[in-house]
């Protein structure tokens, strides 16, 4: 199973909003509405962000965002804040019921 | 408050074999699925294995398939990882993490990970 492919680096100043893709093919991605986003913070445990494509776990701020077309899922942060500089990773299901995660992007707020 | 804590890493040579153990508690158990997750340092996630609430369905990526095996204690509330036929290749930051209630779908808690080098 190949990793699903997202942008290396993104950048965005304070206040700003950026998207990061997720792109996988139709037998992850294209296939099934379970995409979920990370966020991961060096030396601290991962957070989830987003799930099932688009749904947001209570305590997570309405800035982050997520939705998907065809095999590209993507995750929005709107207002960008110093502290949503970190590693943002996505994962999807996948037609053999394994999951399987993009290679992660970094983010830096300018 | 959910907790997982990890334990069991550490070095072993090529060919070896660990047991990882992740200690849950703050929730009921037996009421999710599970999974292990790996980070080499520097590197993207990758997803290992995951088991259903009772651990009678198990799924495992394919550079892990045959060599590790996934299970789940209820009673103890805990989770396991047994590796064997260790390479160099699963040196990694290995991460247990809460799924949702069917299937290890997405994951909502995560522990601070167990570190595991393979090297000769």
């Known amino acids: 199973q190949s990793a699903l492919t997202q942008p290396a680096s993104v950048s965005g100043s304070l206040g700003q909003s950026i998207t990061i893709s997720c792109t996988g093919t139709s037998s992850d991605v294209g296939a099934y509405k379970y995409v979920s986003w990370y966020q991961l913070h060096p030396g601290k445990a991962p957070k989830l962000l987003i799930y099932d494509v688009s749904n947001r776990p209570s305590g997570v701020s309405d800035r982050f965002s997520g939705s998907k077309s065809a095999n590209t899922a993507s995750l929005t942060i709107s207002g960008l804040q110093a502290e949503d500089e970190a590693d943002y990773h996505c994962s999807s299901y996948t037609s053999s019921a394994t999951l399987v995660f993009g290679g992660g992007t970094k983010l830096t707020v300018l | 408050e959910v907790q997982l804590v990890e334990s069991g890493g550490g070095e072993v040579r090529p060919g070896g074999s660990l047991r990882l153990s992740c200690a849950a508690s703050?929730?009921?158990?037996?009421?999710?699925?599970m999974s292990w997750v790996r980070q080499v340092p520097g590197q993207g996630l990758e997803w290992v294995s995951g088991l259903n609430w009772n651990g009678g369905s198990t799924t495992y990526a394919d550079s892990v398939k045959g060599r590790f095996i996934i299970s789940r204690d209820n009673a103890k509330n805990s989770l396991y990882l047994q590796m064997n036929s260790l390479r160099a290749e699963d040196t990694a930051l290995y991460y247990c993490a809460r799924g949702g209630p069917w299937a290890p779908l997405y994951h909502d808690y995560w522990g601070q990970g167990t570190l595991v080098t393979v090297s000769s």
């Open positions: 703050g929730f009921i158990f037996d009421n999710y699925a």
